[in-house]
T-cell receptor, first 118, second 112 residues
């Protein structure tokens, strides 16, 4: 039973290039969350998606960042025209139901994608 | 707004001695609180959760945490540290939108 799969695990980009990070949720999960972890910081919520819908993007920077979760295929976090400050670990998590059920509260995390911007 | 504060960025203990990782929360309503653990270059794993049932919550790997409303605390403890416990630990509170709000983390080192 595969867990949350993220790829690539490591990505190096030069300033101005685009970064695409992919996340396949656990089987049976239709809710995906993206978090960013900067060095010496906790995880910061970015966006919460269901299939074909963005539910909450209050943590997403207004420019250069976008996310989607199509009907078929993985969720994608896209960063355009990357800058050095985008260097971070990006974690995807999934849950079977929305808004992190009050009965379980658990999100299942992938191992992260580590973006380095040169 | 909900938030958590982890009082120590680093904690170092000797193997076999007790572990205490401190967390204080702020919430305008009865909170749901969690502890997650992150081993190096790995994803996060849920250790335990408090969702307004018993105030003493037992988790995996011998960890437990006690919810104290009067102190707005949710400290994580373990009676006897093991080398494999070396990791980063995050105290987490559920936000009003249903997402999880993380503390800055506490790195636990375990000396032989």
């Amino acid at each position: 039973n595969a867990g949350v799969m993220q790829n690539p695990r490591h990505l190096v980009r030069r300033r101005g290039q685009e970064a695409r990070l992919r996340c396949s949720p656990m089987k049976g999960h239709s809710h995906v969350y993206w978090y960013r972890q900067l060095p010496e910081e906790g995880l910061k919520f970015m966006v919460y998606l269901q299939k074909e819908n963005i539910i909450d993007e209050s943590g997403m920077p207004k420019e250069r960042f976008s996310a989607e979760f199509p009907k078929e295929g993985p969720s994608i976090l896209r960063i355009q025209q990357v800058v050095r400050g985008d260097s971070a670990a990006y974690f995807c998590a999934s849950s079977p139901s929305g808004q992190v059920s009050f009965n379980t509260g658990e999100l299942f995390f992938g191992e992260g994608s580590r973006l380095t911007v040169l | 707004a909900q938030s958590v504060t982890q009082l120590d960025s680093h904690v170092s203990v000797s193997e076999g001695t007790p572990v205490l990782l401190r967390c204080n929360y702020s919430s305008s309503y009865s909170p749901s609180l969690f502890w997650y653990v992150q081993h190096p270059n790995k994803g996060l794993q849920l250790l335990l959760k408090y969702t307004s049932a018993a105030t003493l919550v037992k988790g995996i790997n011998g960890f437990e945490a006690e919810f104290k409303k009067s102190e707005t605390s949710f400290h994580l403890t373990k009676p006897s540290a093991h080398m494999s416990d070396a990791a980063e630990y995050f105290c987490v509170v559920r936000g009003s939108q249903g997402n999880l709000i993380f503390g800055k983390g506490t790195k636990l080192s375990v000396k032989p």
